[in-house]
């Protein structure tokens, strides 16, 4: 039987990790009997959409994301209702939807999981026909992830040190929610637009949601007390958001939001993007085969 064809794609800088050694290790683990692997490095943005085009049309069987949830999203948008899986090695700073789909950060049980093959189907979303596979959002932490893009300090400790910065001088805006026909105003600190549960670190912005319901959990925080905000950072990690009097959650396959600021940022899985003030949300069931 030919051996399965298998690409992995490589982010060199993503989690502020070094991944010169990646391929041995990978090679260590993968089971060469059904693989013939390549591996290659990505080299400025937008490369891994590149190399998984080049990938699609050279009929490989298989597309790894060696990166975190912005390098899966590079890759995972050019999957998008291809027959080709994506299977993962995180590699990221948070690794939300890695977490979620339990993907081991050891890079023996990730690549465990590859040799298993396991393959599900799961859900995408879409702003402004832009994909987005865990967590999409606006207000303070889509601020946060542009202040994030442009600091050379990655890892979880840059990313608390802006949080700790911005949080002083931002300020809520008004917003108006069209969710499947019901109407919203509300003023709001931030919202998310969550696919699966959290944004990563297992920080649950949106426990109850999954990634195969055809549905998007609309998490609207509302204003709160900067006094109160080390019981939101515990509501986050205790996975009990939904019980915040200051977080309101509606699911929705339909979405469309109304902001009060133009060109201002919205995040896709961390990665930020200066969009329109009008933005039309959809769910895309059953559109990305995974590996996990």
Known sequence: MAKKRIHFLINPISGGKSKKGFEKKARKFLDTSQF????KFTQHAHHASELTQLAIQENVDLIVAVGGDGTINEIARELLYQTIPLAIVPEGSGNGLARYLRISSDIAQAIAKINAGH????DSGVVNGHAFFNVAGMGFDAVISHRFAENMSRGPMGYLQIVLKEINRYQAQSYALYIDGQVLHRKAFMISIANSPQ???NAYIAPNATVDDGLLDVCIIKPFPLIQFPKMIYHLFSRTAH???YVEIIKGKEIRI???RDRTPV???GEPILLDKELTIEVLPSSLKVVC
């Open 243 to 245: 019980q915040s009097d």
């Open 258 to 260: 109304e902001r009060s």
């Open 199 to 201: 944004y990563g670190n």
């Open 267 to 269: 995040h896709l899985d």
């Open 119 to 122: 393959v599900a189907t799961i």
């Open 36 to 39: 013939d692997a390549e591996f």
